[in-house]
């Protein structure tokens, strides 16, 4: 059960589960990470799921309940894409992973038009 902390971010029990649902490269890869995860960890999670070296650089999004494209680059993201998973009851968390970084903030990732 997600529990609110001091600074009002939402906390889960380490023992809950979430699915992450990763698009890569065409590829559908499908884990099941601890609530508690943070962005550093979830950052090498996907990296490994996904075979990306450590020093290729990642852009992860993910798809929010109004099927609009999120970035996650922070532990607040992430605490809100849980949030609003928890809240929706998906399935699981669908993220999309892309091996660039946009040029600018608030742009598409090159090849972004062919995934979302």
């Known amino acids: 059960m997600p529990m609110p902390t001091e600074n009002g971010s939402v906390m889960y029990s380490g023992s809950e589960l979430i699915k992450i649902k990763a698009h890569y490269c065409g590829d559908m890869l499908i884990t099941d990470l601890a609530f508690s995860l943070t ?16 020093q290729q650089p990642i852009t992860l999004k993910w798809i929010d309940d109004e099927g609009d494209p999120c970035t996650i680059s922070s532990q607040m993201e992430l605490e809100e894409a849980f949030r609003i998973h928890h809240r929706t009851r998906r399935s699981g968390l669908l993220l999309h992973v892309f091996p660039s970084i946009p040029e600018r903030p608030g742009q598409p990732c090159p090849g972004e038009d062919i995934w979302l």
Do not use: G, H, T, W
């Open 39 to 54: 962005f550093a960890a979830l950052s090498d999670e996907v990296r490994e799921l996904c075979s990306v070296a450590r």
